[in-house]
């Protein structure tokens, strides 16, 4: 059964930094993973897709990379903004006959001013 | 273009009660799921249509849930005789296949609170 785990599962950083959330799954056999932003009493926002024959996918301070065989992925954060706080969810889309997402629990991250 | 859309966005309801929720996903979208996700956990899957076809349930907790897609738009999630432990904010997502990847969009949820 596919398991999907995030660590840590809280963060506090000081506006400016460079972070990376940690995204780990324990059965390799993966369509794809997403990574979601979640703001408080909101729906999900995807913000990076990675295939898995891809290794990292860009968007603006974002990059997430993807190691399939070690079942680990990463999405790093560069010039942490207050804006960015949010609560992040990587979710994986594994083989099989439907689309489903197995969502990690998330980490929920605090971007100080 | 218009999102994925929910209703109600809150519903408050009394334990034995029944309720239904409401999507409606981007227009033309083909695949669509229900999720549940409770308080500080991340979601988690309940169903999945293709069109009107209902091709996945295994994820519904109980006989108590049932979910329909009739016209292959519109999705309605109903549950049963509501128990305290139903309470959860429920997202409807969707999806359309784009060069064999199924990107899924997600609404703003309802958040059912049963007292």
């Known amino acids: 059964k596919q398991e999907v785990t995030q660590i840590p599962a809280a963060l506090s950083v000081p506006e400016g930094e460079n972070l990376v959330l940690n995204c780990s799954f324990t059965?390799?056999?993966?369509?794809?993973l997403q990574w979601f932003r979640q703001d408080p009493g909101k729906g999900l926002t995807s913000l990076l897709l990675?295939?898995?024959?891809?290794r990292e996918q860009t968007s603006g301070r974002l990059n997430a990379s993807l190691d399939k065989s070690s079942g680990r992925s990463t999405l790093y954060i560069a010039a942490s903004q207050p804006g960015d706080s949010a609560t992040y969810l990587c979710?994986?889309?594994?083989?099989?006959?439907?689309?489903?997402?197995?969502f990690g629990t998330g980490t929920l991250l605090a971007v100080q001013p | 273009g218009a999102g994925v859309s929910q209703s109600p966005r809150y519903k408050v309801a009394k334990r034995g009660q029944d309720v239904a929720l409401r999507c409606d996903p981007i227009?033309?979208?083909?695949?669509l799921f229900w999720y549940q996700q409770a308080l500080g956990q991340g979601p988690e899957f309940l169903t999945y249509?293709?069109?009107?076809?209902?091709?996945?349930k295994s994820g519904l907790p109980s006989d108590r849930f049932f979910a329909e897609r009739p016209e292959g738009s519109v999705s309605t999630l109903k549950i049963q005789r509501t128990q305290q432990e139903d309470s959860a904010v429920y997202l409807c997502?969707?999806?359309?296949?784009?060069?064999?990847?199924?990107?899924?969009?997600f609404g703003p949820g309802t958040r059912l609170t049963v007292t």
């Open positions: 990675i295939q898995s024959s891809q």
């Open positions: 227009s033309g979208h083909v695949s």
């Open positions: 059965d390799s056999a993966i369509y794809n």
């Open positions: 997502a969707s999806s359309l296949k784009l060069a064999g990847v199924y990107e899924q969009y």
């Open positions: 249509f293709q069109n009107e076809a209902q091709l996945d």
């Open positions: 979710a994986v889309r594994p083989h099989g006959a439907t689309n489903k997402l197995i």
